[in-house]
């Protein structure tokens, strides 16, 4: 009855994955993958830039964005890709994604590939505010997802911000509340 943790030492080199109980913390938390679907993956591959925003094109970015369509559709996610999107048709398509209903499924992945800055992302004709698209699937705006995993995988730079919280249906220590952007992951790639 015991979880695996990645990376795990066991035996010579760490082959051997390490058994962990998980009730041996009382903070652990596990998300519940007991639903019909996964969940969706969108992935928006800008590749081409308007000359007006000095933007180079992304050489390479169609197998990144390749790779992450096969490996998340492995996963059982259900896969969309956008391909050189304006910033009007990313935050349509994100909106769009987060009015969707998500009670059926799991989880939620988006995969971001394009040029970047500091907490800015480029659609193919400018930036927008990378808190702009995440926001669209907080708890308070995207209720089919509170309590659910929202991935993010950015090949951008990042940025920061607060959080003030959002109300729960109930809690085991009683707070009733927790950040509305709870259940968020970011991943940033980085180059080496």
Request: proline share 4%; glycine share 14%; with cysteine.
């Amino acid at each position: 009855a015991g979880a695996v943790a990645a990376g795990g030492g066991g035996g010579a080199g760490g082959a051997e994955p390490m058994q962990v109980d998980a009730k041996s913390c009382p903070h652990t938390h596990r998300y519940s993958l007991s639903y019909p679907s996964i969940g969706h993956c969108v992935i928006i591959n800008n590749k081409n830039f308007h000359s007006s925003t000095g933007m180079n094109q992304r050489n390479g970015t169609d197998v990144d964005a390749g790779n992450a369509m096969k490996a998340f559709g492995k996963l059982g996610y259900k896969v969309k890709v956008y391909n050189d999107q304006t910033v009007d048709q990313i935050k349509k398509v994100l909106s769009s994604v987060a009015r969707d209903d998500h009670s059926r499924c799991a989880s939620f992945v988006c995969v971001l590939l394009s040029h970047g800055d500091e907490g800015l992302f480029f659609g193919t004709d400018g930036s927008v505010e990378m808190k702009a698209l995440t926001s669209l699937f907080r708890g308070d705006r995207c209720v089919s997802l509170v309590g659910k995993p929202k991935l993010f995988f950015i090949q951008a730079c990042r940025g920061t911000g607060l959080d003030p919280g959002v109300e729960t249906d109930g809690s085991p220590d009683g707070s009733g509340r927790i950040p509305v952007e709870a259940d968020f992951l970011y991943a940033y790639s980085t180059a080496p």
